[in-house]
């Protein structure tokens, strides 16, 4: 897995390239940590480019989720292929995250 990062006037993108899974996860988890933890509290994260998600990096997207709703950010995800789409159907996810087909979308409404 790869991470990109892009700040915009409107948010932070997090590009995430490749496999989100056990080995990796807690690179994506200390990137969005800090983030949070420094008042970046406007993400976008960009998913077009990952391939598999595993329930490890379902995890820490949540957590950061949750994270960024306490403190009245706001976390947004885009770009999801077919299957990380089922992946997040079937666990409940698309009924959590808000989730839109492109960037350009996205960047709407931050």
């Known amino acids: 897995m790869e991470l990109t990062e892009q700040k915009?006037?409107?948010c932070t993108i997090i590009g995430i390239n490749g496999r989100l899974d056990t080995t990796n996860y807690s690179i994506l988890e200390k990137k969005l940590m800090e983030m949070i933890d420094n008042q970046n509290d406007r993400?976008?994260?960009e998913c077009s480019q990952m391939d598999y998600v595993s329930s490890s990096g379902l995890r820490i997207l949540l957590m950061a989720l949750k994270k960024i709703t306490i403190s009245k950010g706001k976390f947004v995800l885009c770009g999801l292929q077919e299957n990380i789409r089922e992946?997040?159907?079937i666990s409940g996810?698309?009924?959590i995250f808000e989730i839109y087909g492109t960037q350009e979308e996205a960047l709407k409404v931050f």
Request: proline share 8%.
């Open 93 to 95: 996810f698309t009924n």
């Open 43 to 45: 993400i976008l994260v």
């Open 87 to 89: 992946i997040f159907e």
């Open 8 to 10: 915009t006037p409107q």
